[in-house]
């Protein structure tokens, strides 16, 4: 439904709902753009809004029969990533956001923004995309709305959630939502010639977490832009979760079935680009054993009636790395990518009307258009693809996803990992000791920074839970949040595993073969689960024992796997400052719990 700028004058708005028609009012006399579409969701709505991008230059079509109803484009390349340092946490009180968060007054903020905001539309058109976070069938659905001036939003919105008219139909006349407003601040004069991919040099990613608000302003790449994902799900989420009992974490959820048909839930916490990914649609590589995935990104755990925690993913889609994503990686995705319906971000195109990256194939090919719209061969000597680039495809679409992944009830989680990438020091698989024991190697969890954010790459830096960049409040509160969580659990809480996939040895070479290798940590993991796996005790946590690993079939050198595998007491004695230095950040809301932790560490390392 296309209506004008005149209120007065437009067609009635799809809904009844008199606090979204009141704030879609005050945004369009803020923003003043020259049309407003109340999106639904649609098939005809995707083919209308794909072709008006492929028409703006935006977008490229794929060849069909490659790549169905999908599409290639590429982005400004100084907006390629999610901006942190913009990223603001506008609580009420500065201590509430927390040391590892950006702050302004909420008040202050909307001052600066609504100056953004003002007139940020001319000459564009404001698209109302009603969401849910989750199944809409559960209890409590988590409605939102987004407000953007980006079609390439509107589009990647209804990939990635439940967007639409039987959202709208949900929120009825009064339930509650997030509000989500978003621009890329780029209005257009009268006459003046749009760009391929609008966006601003000033950039704002806001969360104001007592009122449910996000604000985005001067990016279009999805991490800042599609704010269902990190900005509701991970840090307003957070929030709520925190308010409301649960847990709103930056995890994938799979299903894991042994031989003998027992099933086990787990979820697990990796940096960006640490390999969540490939472990969500892992192919194991231990007859009898089945993985099937039911998100790779987001896991939302709540407490339920016996006690156990569960998982539902809140996202539809995958919104993945593409370099690195390879037959031999991650077979799944490439599936799920074949397919269609598919968006292609800051890629490489080939002649051929496909798409390529840097790990899509073992040679790559002899001519393709970079990601900066370049011509490219592979003499050219930069990467064709962006570190960062991306895939917007249907979970539907996946070949292993799992029958429960749409249960509003969610899945009991049997295990939680937690993982980084380090080439020294941490050890391929441990189990820790306790669930608060557990919490403190989650709260240390360390990884080198990767190109899915702005910055600098291969810098160690703590990443609590995998968390750091989407708290939406104190860091020294949400881990306090994740001991309580475990203490009502009791019994019933899931065993914590850390893992490392990353180990080097001397020469510099892996000394764990990963990928769908990593079957066999699960499988031991489980195997603790059940009492049936061997470990011994190490300063850190439970290792496996020699021999309780199943390596059949599996060509590895035993002194790389016990090196893997080895608890180093120098280098963790040498990581001790590190880790007081880090918790000396958190200052006096670190939980006590968590200081007694560190200090039963130092004991036990002599």
């Given at each position: 439904?296309?209506?004008?700028t005149?209120?007065?004058?437009?067609?009635?708005?799809?809904?009844?709902?008199?606090?979204?028609?009141?704030?879609?009012?005050?945004?369009?006399a803020?923003?003043?753009?020259?049309?407003?579409?109340w999106?639904?969701?649609s098939?005809?709505?995707?083919?209308r809004?794909?072709?008006?991008?492929?028409?703006?230059?935006t977008?490229?079509?794929?060849?069909?029969?490659?790549?169905?109803?999908?599409f290639?484009?590429?982005?400004?390349?100084?907006?390629?990533?999610r901006?942190?340092?913009?990223?603001?946490?506008?609580?009420?009180?500065?201590l509430?956001?927390g040391?590892?968060?950006h702050?302004?007054?909420?008040?202050?903020?909307?001052?600066?923004?609504?100056?953004?905001?003002?007139?940020?539309?001319?000459?564009?058109?404001?698209?109302?995309?009603?969401?849910?976070?989750?199944?809409?069938?559960?209890?409590?659905?988590?409605?939102?709305?987004?407000?953007?001036?980006s079609?390439?939003?509107?589009?990647?919105?209804?990939?990635?959630?439940?967007?639409?008219?039987?959202?709208?139909?949900?929120l009825?006349?009064?339930?509650?939502?997030?509000?989500?407003l978003?621009?890329?601040?780029?209005?257009?004069?009268?006459?003046?010639?749009?760009v391929?991919?609008?966006?601003?040099?000033?950039?704002?990613?806001?969360?104001?977490?007592?009122?449910?608000?996000?604000r985005?302003y001067?990016?279009g790449?999805?991490?800042?832009?599609?704010?269902?994902?990190?900005?509701?799900?991970?840090?307003?989420?957070?929030v709520?979760?925190?308010?409301?009992?649960?847990?709103?974490?930056?995890?994938?959820?799979l299903?894991?079935?042994?031989?003998?048909?027992?099933v086990?839930f787990?979820?697990?916490?990796?940096?960006?680009?640490?390999?969540?990914?490939?472990?969500?649609?892992?192919?194991?590589?231990?007859?009898?054993?089945?993985?099937?995935?039911?998100?790779?990104?987001?896991?939302?755990?709540?407490?339920g009636?016996?006690?156990r925690?569960?998982?539902?993913?809140?996202?539809?889609?995958?919104?993945?790395?593409?370099?690195g994503?390879?037959?031999?990686?991650?077979?799944?995705?490439?599936?799920?990518?074949?397919?269609?319906?598919?968006?292609?971000?800051?890629?490489?195109?080939?002649?051929?009307?496909?798409?390529?990256?840097?790990?899509?194939?073992?040679?790559?090919?002899?001519?393709?258009?970079?990601?900066?719209?370049?011509?490219?061969?592979?003499?050219?000597?930069?990467?064709?693809?962006?570190?960062?680039?991306?895939?917007?495809?249907?979970?539907?679409?996946?070949?292993?996803?799992a029958p429960?992944?749409?249960?509003?009830?969610?899945?009991?989680?049997?295990?939680?990992?937690?993982?980084?990438?380090?080439?020294?020091?941490?050890p391929?698989?441990?189990?820790s000791?306790?669930?608060?024991?557990?919490?403190?190697?989650?709260?240390?969890?360390?990884?080198?920074?990767t190109?899915a954010?702005?910055?600098?790459?291969?810098?160690v830096?703590r990443?609590p839970?995998?968390?750091?960049?989407?708290?939406?409040?104190?860091?020294?509160?949400?881990?306090?949040?994740?001991l309580?969580?475990?203490?009502?659990?009791?019994?019933?809480?899931?065993?914590?595993?850390?893992?490392?996939?990353?180990?080097?040895?001397?020469e510099?070479?892996?000394?764990?073969?990963?990928?769908?290798?990593?079957?066999?940590?699960?499988?031991w993991?489980v195997?603790?689960?059940?009492?049936?796996?061997?470990?011994?005790?190490?300063?850190?946590?439970?290792?496996?024992?020699?021999?309780?690993?199943?390596?059949?079939?599996?060509?590895?050198?035993?002194?790389?796997?016990?090196?893997?595998?080895?608890?180093?007491?120098?280098?963790?004695?040498?990581?001790?400052?590190?880790?007081?230095?880090?918790?000396?950040?958190?200052?006096?809301?670190?939980?006590g719990?968590?200081?007694?932790e560190?200090?039963?560490?130092r004991?036990?390392?002599?």
């Amino acid at each position: 439904m296309t209506v004008t700028t005149d209120l007065a004058a437009r067609a009635p708005a799809p809904t009844e709902h008199g606090e979204l028609l009141r704030w879609v009012a005050e945004v369009v006399a803020l923003t003043r753009p020259d049309d407003v579409v109340w999106c639904d969701g649609s098939r005809a709505e995707w083919d209308r809004l794909t072709t008006q991008l492929v028409d703006a230059g935006t977008f490229v079509r794929l060849d069909e029969k490659a790549k169905p109803s999908s599409f290639w484009c590429v982005s400004d390349p100084a907006d390629v990533a999610r901006v942190e340092d913009r990223t603001f946490i506008c609580s009420e009180l500065e201590l509430d956001a927390g040391p590892t968060n950006h702050w302004m007054h909420p008040a202050e903020m909307t001052a600066v923004l609504d100056d953004l905001y003002r007139g940020a539309m001319v000459g564009r058109t404001l698209y109302v995309v009603p969401f849910c976070m989750g199944p809409l069938g559960a209890a409590d659905p988590k409605l939102g709305v987004q407000i953007t001036d980006s079609a390439y939003v509107a589009v990647s919105m209804q990939v990635m959630t439940r967007m639409g008219a039987r959202v709208l139909k949900a929120l009825g006349s009064d339930a509650p939502f997030v509000k989500a407003l978003h621009s890329v601040g780029a209005p257009l004069a009268p006459g003046q010639a749009d760009v391929a991919w609008p966006c601003n040099e000033t950039k704002f990613i806001c969360h104001f977490p007592e009122t449910r608000e996000i604000r985005s302003y001067g990016s279009g790449y999805g991490g800042n832009a599609l704010l269902g994902k990190k900005c509701f799900s991970l840090r307003i989420a957070s929030v709520m979760g925190r308010d409301e009992g649960w847990l709103a974490e930056h995890m994938l959820i799979l299903k894991l079935t042994s031989p003998a048909g027992a099933v086990h839930f787990v979820a697990a916490a990796f940096p960006s680009a640490c390999g969540k990914t490939n472990l969500a649609m892992l192919s194991p590589t231990i007859p009898g054993w089945t993985v099937q995935t039911l998100g790779d990104d987001i896991a939302w755990m709540r407490p339920g009636a016996d006690g156990r925690l569960y998982a539902v993913n809140p996202e539809l889609g995958f919104f993945g790395v593409a370099p690195g994503t390879g037959p031999h990686t991650n077979p799944h995705a490439m599936t799920t990518l074949e397919r269609g319906h598919t968006i292609f971000t800051n890629v490489a195109l080939t002649d051929g009307g496909d798409v390529w990256w840097e790990g899509a194939t073992d040679v790559p090919p002899a001519h393709l258009t970079d990601w900066h719209g370049q011509s490219w061969t592979p003499e050219t000597g930069t990467p064709a693809a962006h570190p960062n680039s991306r895939y917007c495809t249907p979970m539907a679409q996946c070949p292993i996803l799992a029958p429960e992944w749409d249960d509003p009830a969610g899945v009991p989680i049997s295990a939680i990992f937690f993982g980084g990438r380090r080439r020294s020091t941490v050890p391929l698989v441990l189990e820790s000791r306790s669930w608060a024991h557990g919490t403190f190697l989650g709260a240390t969890l360390s990884s080198e920074t990767t190109a899915a954010a702005t910055g600098a790459v291969g810098v160690v830096r703590r990443d609590p839970m995998a968390m750091l960049p989407f708290l939406g409040y104190h860091v020294g509160d949400y881990l306090q949040h994740w001991l309580d969580v475990g203490a009502r659990a009791g019994s019933a809480a899931p065993k914590i595993f850390y893992v490392n996939w990353f180990r080097r040895g001397p020469e510099g070479q892996f000394l764990w073969p990963g990928f769908g290798e990593n079957s066999r940590v699960l499988k031991w993991a489980v195997e603790r689960i059940e009492g049936t796996a061997s470990g011994v005790q190490t300063p850190l946590g439970v290792v496996p024992t020699p021999g309780s690993l199943d390596l059949d079939g599996l060509d590895v050198d035993p002194a790389d796997l016990a090196a893997a595998l080895a608890v180093d007491r120098e280098q963790w004695r040498d990581e001790l400052p590190l880790l007081e230095e880090w918790f000396a950040t958190i200052g006096d809301r670190l939980p006590g719990a968590l200081r007694d932790e560190l200090t039963d560490l130092r004991v036990r390392l002599g």
